[in-house]
């Protein structure tokens, strides 16, 4: 039986509280005045459906509506007289000069019968009514139990709607009725809009606090819009439009591209074809693109792309006549773009002598690791990355998940690569950074060594005792949404949604805009420095929390880059390194 929430009955809120029963008695005392905070909203109120006009304007003051008594009596047909002797206001169908020993009776008794007057509802008595009323979401054969917490903003109420018996991965989310569940969602903000006139945000987490659906109401546009639902994603399509709307255009310099594009799902990667009608590939055209700058370019689209569809991406880049301009890839889980081929530029041999020496060293006297339990084999490549090198150690008889995995010695194991690390450092007189991998290329582990204090760390160790020490980075995203949820300077405010992905030497963070788009004043009027700070305390403390360097990339609500922020976890140092 599918579950039926409680209609929401729209009341006409009108409290005459204070005003209308001081009326039912006789003030013979001395008057007096005091100080009080009002608050004007613009507040209308409708008698069968037709808006009323006031003398002087509603106001709110302590959790109560304060409206013209005249203007509301006159219009139910109520006549209203005041005697100013004996401060007392007088109603009736039919006025006439009643005695003040029967008056008050008949009309408390009439005042009863005839009217309910309500006042505004805390965001308290909201929550509990939440909480005893719509704690359960039936549809078909599955319960969804929730609990809810409220939190009133500057310009928004915050919904937390935390889930008690299900997991957003699990049946039980995915089989509900999506548009049924909206619905139920809707009936929530219809009854918060009905006592507070602000934008309303509701996050959906399940029993694990990962998120499982956003959604927002805009007061002014009456409009309920759902932001994200977990297992909803965006299609090849859509896809294809937001990368037109973004990355039409590229230009640097004297030249200027705009492309098309076209997706495709394989089996384990998704193909995008960029095509230009612009340049030929064997044109000065293609030859004058600053090489650095364009395949920038071409990474921040695979990068959107694996963000997306969390697979690997490969790119080609077409001419006018469709031939092959360039071919670039990017690996997902080791968040690594590579070059294939970009027609008229010549691929630097690595010449490097030492590195290759190294390697086959490597390849000879540690590419078996063995321990009482396992015996794991390796294959050992090696890249020079800024001033450190790179270290990837495959695995050839073993799985990410296996017990062969699994069942190592952990402690042994560090030691070993501990060993390569010493190793490479000695040799090359770099810092080290090395990568597991398993034998299909899947990122398990990573550690470091630091030549200069010969110090060896690991970094990321699923599994691993000091990994059970560490919050999840499910855990550090909640805490980032509900600590940095807005920004304010006290000229703009400006409101983010906040995601983290683990990347193979990084965590990612997004900060997508609500409330802004890139030209707009309430980007352009924010007071840089003191943004700049707050982005920085956000990677500051995702780095502390997780242990790892940090990256932000900020998008207005429109999903367009505005800036680009780095934070160095071992050196503590932030960098801006785009701001549009």
């Known amino acids: 039986m599918k579950f039926k929430r409680k209609k929401i009955a729209k009341n006409l809120v009108v409290t005459l509280l204070l005003i209308l029963l001081m009326g039912c008695s006789v003030a ?56 100013g002797n004996t401060k007392t206001v007088y109603l009736a169908k039919k006025i006439t000069t009643p005695s003040y020993n029967n008056y008050n009776n008949s009309y408390e008794s009439y005042y009863k019968q005839q009217y309910t007057f309500i006042e505004k509802k805390s965001i308290k008595d909201i929550q509990k009514k939440l909480n005893d009323d719509y704690e359960k979401y039936k549809d078909g054969e599955e319960d969804l139990e929730f609990k809810y917490s409220l939190d009133e903003k500057s310009r928004y109420i915050k919904v937390e709607i935390e889930g008690q018996n299900f997991k957003r991965d699990s049946s039980d989310w995915k089989k509900r009725d999506t548009k049924d569940f909206r619905d139920f969602i809707e009936d929530i903000v219809k009854l918060i809009k009905d006592d507070f006139e602000k934008d309303i945000k509701i996050f959906v987490y399940d029993e694990k606090n990962k998120e499982a659906g956003e959604y927002e109401y805009d007061e002014d546009k009456k409009e309920f819009k759902i932001i994200s639902e977990y297992g909803e994603t965006v299609g090849l399509e859509d896809m294809e439009d937001e990368l037109e709307d973004d990355y039409k255009e590229y230009t640097k310099g004297k030249e200027d591209f705009e492309f098309k594009y076209s997706l495709d799902d394989k089996s384990d990667y998704i193909e995008v074809e960029m095509e230009s009608n612009d340049f030929k590939r064997s044109s000065s055209d293609w030859d004058k693109r600053d090489t650095k700058d364009f395949r920038k370019f071409v990474k921040n689209i695979a990068e959107k792309v694996a963000d997306e569809f969390n697979k690997d991406v490969e790119i080609q880049v077409k001419d006018k006549d469709n031939k092959i301009a360039a071919k670039y890839e990017y690996d997902e889980s080791k968040d690594d773009f590579e070059v294939k081929y970009e027609e008229g530029t010549v691929d630097e041999e690595d010449d490097d002598e030492d590195l290759s020496s190294l390697e086959d060293t490597l390849n000879d006297d540690f590419e078996k690791y063995e321990d009482d339990n396992e015996d794991l084999e390796f294959t050992y490549s090696l890249e020079k990355k800024n001033n450190e090198i790179k270290v990837v150690m495959k695995g050839k008889n073993f799985e990410k998940d296996s017990s062969d995995w699994e069942k190592r010695d952990k402690e042994d194991f560090r030691k070993f690569v501990e060993d390569v690390a010493e190793k490479v450092a000695k040799e090359l007189d770099e810092d080290v950074d090395i990568y597991v991998n398993d034998e299909d290329g899947k990122y398990i582990a990573k550690y470091e060594y630091d030549e200069s204090k010969k110090e060896f760390t690991v970094k990321d160790e699923p599994g691993s005792d000091d990994d059970d020490d560490k919050k999840s980075i499910d855990d550090v995203e909640k805490e980032i949404k509900k600590n940095y949820d807005e920004y304010t300077d006290g000229k703009e405010v400006l409101e983010f949604k906040y995601s983290l992905q683990k990347k193979s030497d990084y965590i990612k963070v997004e900060m997508d805009g609500k409330n802004f788009k890139i030209n707009s004043s309430d980007w352009e009027k924010r007071d840089e420095d003191k943004f700049q700070d707050f982005v920085k305390k956000i990677a500051k403390d995702v780095a502390e929390e997780l242990e790892e360097d940090v990256r932000v990339y900020v998008d207005d609500e429109d999903g367009k880059d505005v800036g680009k922020y780095y934070y160095y976890e071992k050196k503590k140092e932030f960098e801006v390194k785009e701001e549009n």
Do not use: H, M
Not at 35 to 59: C, H, M, R, W
């Open 28 to 83: 013979f005392g001395v008057g007096y005045s005091k100080q009080i905070t009002a608050y004007f909203y613009n507040i209308q109120v409708k008698l069968d459906g037709n808006p009323l006009k006031f003398s002087n304007e509603p106001f709110i003051y302590n959790d109560s509506v304060y409206i013209p008594l005249r203007d509301v009596s006159e219009n139910l047909g109520i006549e209203v007289k005041w005697d």
